[in-house]
Every structure is written in C-alpha cells, then in structure tokens.
C-alpha cells in the first residue's frame, strides 16, 4: 500500500504542474516527486503569492507553503495528498485558473481576499515579532 500511495501523490503532483504551466511560472520544469513549485505572482495586477493563497482559502482549499524554497521569488509549494480525487485537482485548478483572471480583470478580489473566511487579512508580520500563546485549555 505505501508505494502505491507514493505514486498517487506523484501522478496528483505531475497531473497538477502540468495543468498549471500554461498559466503559473514552474521554474523548475520537469517531472516531480510528490510536490512541485510555481510563481504565484500575476504580471503588472500587484498580486503576490500570499494573495492567491488566501484567494484560494474562498475556494475552500488549504493554501500551499508560501514563500518556499526560498530560492524562487514569489513560491508557491504545492503538494497534493494521494488520495486527492481527479475531481478535488480539477476543481484546484480552475480555482487558481479563476484567480489569475481576476488578477488581470479586478485585482481587488484577490487583494482583499479571504472573503468567506471568518477572519479576514492578518497582520503577518506582528504576528510573527509578537505572538499571542495560549494555555492548553485556551485561555
């Protein structure tokens, strides 16, 4: 069962990169493992990595690892489980698909996004310099 979950995730990844080079920057442009890597930035809309992942959270998706590795500007790491469904990819990509138009037509909508969330845009980097710990129980 291991190396058949194994493969699962590289053909999810592969079915993924290959689906989202037309429209994203893979810098790295080859067959992948389990995981690969795009540009999440959309030309002259002013949207960044960050802004389609929390894009993608109104989409109900889990957004990917930003920012990493950090040798590619503006990464997003993408990194579909085995047992994703072909339906679950292609709803993926039409969701980051949609995303790109909306940058190039009304940036906005990405910008301000997430819309659905019930928490809106955080300040990352206070979060970061002053994080808030709770005891087990919440308080």
Request: charged residues 25%; contains cysteine.
């Amino acid at each position: 069962g291991l190396r058949t979950n194994a493969e699962h995730a590289v053909l999810n990844a592969n079915y993924l990169r290959v689906h989202l080079q037309k429209t994203y920057n893979v810098p790295f442009d080859r067959t992948c493992m389990h995981e690969f890597v795009c540009q999440g930035d959309v030309e002259r809309s002013g949207v960044r990595a960050i802004d389609v992942s929390k894009r993608l959270m109104d989409f109900g998706f889990h957004p990917p690892t930003n920012y990493f590795p950090l040798i590619v500007q503006e990464a997003l790491m993408i990194e579909p489980t085995e047992t994703e469904s072909k339906q679950t990819l292609d709803a993926f990509i039409a969701a980051m698909l949609q995303i790109v138009q909306e940058a190039k037509s009304d940036p906005g909508i990405v910008l301000n996004a997430p819309h659905s969330a019930p928490v809106k845009r955080l300040n990352e980097v206070k979060a970061a310099r002053r994080p808030v710990f709770c005891e087990p129980d919440g308080s």
